[in-house]
């Protein structure tokens, strides 16, 4: 009915049949989705201010959803970032609101004033975050214990800037390509113990890794510091991740400060000879997917520190081996304290096309069933999200002798349903009705159920 109305409100003011017809047709495309895209102005300290708000269509106004605020670069704009990060289409899955606010003018650029380089500008940018923040929170029903802050590049400070000076409110945040100018880093007087996770490549031409004694802090001093507040453990873990992609002419390092307060951790991404970029997303760096890696962090923590309290300066290891007997698997698994296990599983394989592809799976596995170098007897679905196909392994490549598989779909309906008896076997998804969530449930040959799996169709 909303959506109705505004496309007549247009059409009073245009007269224009057309016109009317491709704004009614658009309007009530997203009403069909059920995702609201919401395009506004605050006025704050005299100045208007514009910003996208993005709600999924999960959202239900008896459940309060975090809130993840994303921050463009310099020069760029909202709806660049809106359009370039892909935090909507994780939204979608992960039933958050995501705002994009749009930095004013200095000098006919866009920018946020986080102090030293950017020389005098006289904008309250963390004034008009916390405005923002209350606006969208009485306009949409926000979990205020979930607040998280994200940005890139001139983003990525002020992302930092709120972990200083506006953490009562602000749960973690994360900044890729972006540091700390030594006006925030002095002034720095966060309110409680902030998880943090930077991204960023050794060869940024714009934000050097290493530091610029006249305007930015290095990469090391921002991990010091919020490591060192946050009371972590001295020395940081670290990983080389798989190198799925030879040609981006980069690879991954990961790193994590354990053991923080309230469970909090510091946690790096060092693309090696990655530069100015978003990682994952079509240029620079294509071994992670920053995004996703970004709201897996937000996701662990709220304004309390971790959700879960997970977290431990003892028994963290990684340990590698190596699989080759029916298709490539390259397993770093992480053992973040005595319970939880994060395996990174790579697998290559050839698509409907037979081209070859490779995928990350990310598997939660129980200590108890770490039995090296078989990891799980249970199901493996990638890539998941999946568009077009799916394949599935039992991850120990054994055959699965006239076990049933069956999927369905959200609304508990048979989508697929067929035996099988292979190591592997290859699902076309396309005709299962249209993006959501689905569940596959595999069964032995006496009908019992032995394992379920969640999957994404985008």
């Known amino acids: 009915m909303n959506c109705f109305l505004i496309a007549i409100f247009f059409y009073k003011m245009k007269s224009n049949k057309l016109y009317l017809f491709f704004v009614i047709n658009i309007l009530i495309s997203l009403s069909l989705k059920g995702q609201q895209i919401i395009y506004d102005t605050i006025t704050h300290d005299s100045l208007q201010r514009n910003y996208i708000v993005y709600v999924p269509a999960s959202y239900n106004s008896a459940n309060p959803m975090p809130l993840v605020i994303s921050f463009h670069g310099y020069g760029s704009n909202a709806t660049n970032n809106f359009n370039a990060s892909n935090f909507n289409g994780i939204a979608d899955t992960a039933g958050f609101i995501a705002v994009y606010p749009q930095g004013a003018l200095r000098q006919g650029s866009t920018h946020w004033n986080v102090g030293g380089w950017v020389?005098?500008?006289?904008?309250?940018?963390?004034?008009?975050?916390?405005?923002l923040i209350d606006t969208v929170s009485s306009n949409y029903s926000v979990d205020s214990n979930r607040i998280y802050s994200v940005g890139m590049s001139n983003g990525g400070y002020m992302s930092?800037?709120?972990?200083?000076?506006?953490?009562?409110?602000?749960?973690?945040?994360?900044?890729?390509?972006?540091?700390?100018?030594?006006?925030?880093?002095?002034?720095?007087?966060?309110?409680?113990p902030t998880p943090l996770m930077q991204i960023h490549g050794t060869a940024d031409g714009f934000v050097p890794?290493?530091?610029n004694i006249f305007w930015t802090k290095s990469i090391n001093a921002v991990l010091q510091y919020w490591s060192s507040y946050n009371n972590c453990c001295s020395a940081a873990t670290t990983i080389n991740l798989p190198d799925l992609n030879t040609a981006d002419s980069s690879t991954v390092e990961y790193s994590i400060y354990n053991g923080g307060d309230n469970g909090t951790t510091v946690e790096h991404y060092k693309v090696i000879g990655g530069g100015h970029s978003w990682p994952g997303l079509g240029s620079g760096n294509m071994d992670i997917h920053a995004s996703k890696e970004i709201w897996k962090f937000f996701n662990k923590y709220d304004l309390n520190g971790s959700i879960n309290n997970q977290n431990n300066c003892t028994d963290t290891t990684f340990v590698t081996y190596y699989d080759t007997t029916f298709i490539t698997v390259y397993d770093s698994i992480f053992i973040s304290d005595t319970n939880y296990v994060t395996i990174y599983d790579t697998v290559t394989h050839y698509d409907s096309l037979l081209v070859s592809v490779t995928d990350t799976l990310i598997i939660n596995v129980n200590l108890s069933d770490f039995n090296a170098p078989n990891i799980s007897n249970t199901l493996r679905i990638y890539p998941n999200p999946a568009?077009?196909?799916?394949?599935?392994?039992?991850?120990?490549?054994?055959?699965?002798?006239?076990?049933?598989?069956?999927i369905l779909n959200s609304l508990g309906q048979e989508v697929f349903n067929s035996f099988i008896n292979t190591a592997q076997f290859q699902i076309p998804i396309t005709n299962f009705g249209g993006v959501g969530l689905y569940h596959i449930k595999l069964y032995d040959n006496s009908g019992s159920l032995i394992d379920t799996r969640k999957l994404i169709i985008q």
């Open 119 to 131: 020389f005098g500008s006289t904008v309250d940018d963390i004034g008009f975050t916390n405005a």
């Open 160 to 192: 930092i800037l709120l972990a200083c000076q506006l953490s009562h409110r602000i749960a973690a945040v994360a900044a890729i390509a972006g540091s700390m100018t030594f006006q925030t880093f002095n002034a720095c007087n966060p309110q409680h």
């Open 387 to 406: 568009i077009d196909v799916v394949f599935i392994d039992n991850g120990n490549f054994t055959l699965m002798s006239d076990y049933n598989l069956k």
């Open 209 to 211: 890794y290493n530091g």
